[in-house]
């Protein structure tokens, strides 16, 4: 979290605004069954209710196995969504991709600086070992989970990152919501239903959410 003073009639007040870095994972297509698997993930939920922790992680997977295939080589993407957002940056290749989201508090230019950094971290220490599996895995990446952990706190790395690429000149392409991302022609509602990245408890929260017009979930 960071922490603003503003000062009103003589008297300092202390605003904290929280900062929230939720996940990091990185996607990719498998060239032996040309399905897309979630190769590493690393999640930092803490901050929602016990009962729904699973459902988030469950959510930012689903994301990155939908979307994926749709995403161009070196290409970068942002979508917020109920004040949520999701960054992504694509390999050369086009076959990898890795997955920030947090929340809309979380300064978009450190979302980006974690994400090519970790992405350089993961092409350096996993390579194309990824590739040879054709599942779900979690592949250990070091370098990757500890810039998660340094990126918690945007202080602690702000000064670091205020040094690297300008990422405000390197063109985004911004989705309004997810439903834009995934580019399918399919309701959001028939794919949630649908895929295996939800379990049956997440697909009864996600229904009755909507009929209580809840902002709990990214959709």
């Known amino acids: 979290s960071d922490v603003y003073k503003r000062q009103v009639h003589g008297d300092t007040f202390h605003i904290e605004i929280l ?12 060239p032996e069954d040309q399905q897309v698997h979630i190769y590493t993930r690393e999640y930092e939920v803490s901050s929602f209710g016990f009962f729904v922790q699973n459902s988030v992680k469950e959510t930012f997977k689903f994301v990155c196995r939908e979307s994926l295939l749709n995403l161009k ?3 970068r993407h942002c979508v ?11 390999n050369e290749n086009g076959d990898l991709g890795a997955f920030v989201f947090c929340d809309a508090e979380y300064p978009r230019r450190l979302a980006f600086a974690l994400i090519k950094k970790a992405l350089e971290e993961y092409n350096a220490t996993v390579r194309d070992n990824w590739k040879k599996f ?21 202080k602690k790395v702000d000064a670091l990152s205020a040094a690297q690429e300008n990422v405000e000149r390197t063109q985004v392409i ?3 919501n997810i439903q834009k991302l ?24 996600y229904k009755n959410s909507k009929k209580m017009n809840k902002c709990c979930t990214l959709f």
């Open 19 to 30: 900062m929230r870095l939720y996940g990091l994972l990185f996607a990719g297509v498998c």
């Open 182 to 205: 995934l580019a399918r022609n399919e309701d959001i509602d028939q794919l949630v239903q649908k895929s295996k990245d939800f379990s049956l408890q997440s697909k009864v929260f």
């Open 174 to 176: 911004m989705h309004d």
């Open 73 to 75: 080589p070196e290409s």
């Open 134 to 154: 054709k599942s779900d895995e979690n592949i250990p990446c070091p370098a990757a989970r500890k810039l998660f952990l340094d990126y918690q706190d945007p």
């Open 80 to 90: 917020q969504h109920e004040g949520y957002l999701a960054y992504i940056q694509m």
